[in-house]
């Protein structure tokens, strides 16, 4: 199946601090999702970028879809530690809904 | 709105048993997902149905898994027997978009957790 890689795997920030994690996957995608899970908890949607270059925004958090439209990001501005928890990306490559996640990125804050 | 149901929620067998998870999507949504989730990796997809038909098992390990969704509605997923590698959250997902309508966001249940000893 889809292989989509995610860095880092681990990430502490301080509360306050940025945090970035990305996504790459060896494949050119159709669109990009990403999910949030909290600890215990299933995933929840955040995001579908389509376009290539696609830069969205919600509050502090800000998601890019890449050129190549083969790598994505997602920034979270100041985290608080209602942040923490494990982003997945999600790879859509025909379009179709067939979603392949990534390997996640787990994000504790320090208080 | 009613979310995805799913059961049971946690379940604990022997090695060589068969077990049975059972997923409600939400009302009206076309395609379902069962992705297999062990702990610290991302979902797995096993298995994506658009109404009752298959669109992707690729990855479902078919000499032990199976899965269906008779009438496009509810569905299950049947491990048998299982193996201790078999541990883990099976998710169930629903979408209102799929093969044709194109992509968009998944709703997750629950999950049904499963331990094999």
Redesign the interface.
């Known amino acids: 199946g889809q292989q989509v890689m995610q860095i880092p795997q681990y990430q502490h920030v301080q509360e306050g601090e940025d945090f970035t994690t990305y996504c790459n996957s060896s494949t050119t995608l159709s669109n990009i999702q990403w999910y949030k899970q909290r600890p215990g908890g299933h995933p929840v949607f955040l995001i579908q970028l389509v376009k290539s270059g696609e830069v969205k925004k919600q509050k502090r958090l800000t998601f890019q879809f890449g050129e190549a439209k083969k790598n994505s990001s997602l920034h979270i501005t100041a985290t608080q530690t209602t942040d923490v928890g494990t982003y997945f990306c999600a790879a859509d490559q025909t379009g179709a809904n067939n979603l392949f996640f990534g390997t996640g990125t787990r994000l504790t804050v320090i208080p | 709105e009613a979310g995805v149901a799913q059961s049971p929620r946690y379940k604990i067998i022997e090695k060589r048993q068969s077990v049975a998870f059972w997923c409600n999507p939400i009302s009206g949504h076309a ?1 379902l ?1 069962w ?1 297999q989730q062990i702990l610290g ?5 096993l298995i ?1 149905f658009q109404n009752n038909g298959v ?2 098992d ?2 479902l390990p078919k000499d032990r898994f199976s899965a269906e969704r008779l009438k496009g509605v509810d569905s299950t997923l049947k491990i048998q027997p299982a193996k201790l590698e078999d541990s883990a959250v099976y ?1 169930c ?1 629903s ?1 209102p ?15 049904s957790r499963l331990t094999v000893l």
Not at chain 2, 97 to 111: D, K, V
């Open positions: 395609t997902y992705y990796q991302g979902p797995k997809l994506q669109v992707d690729s990855q998710l997902a979408s978009r799929g093969w044709l309508a194109g992509s968009g966001e998944l709703f997750f249940g629950e999950g």
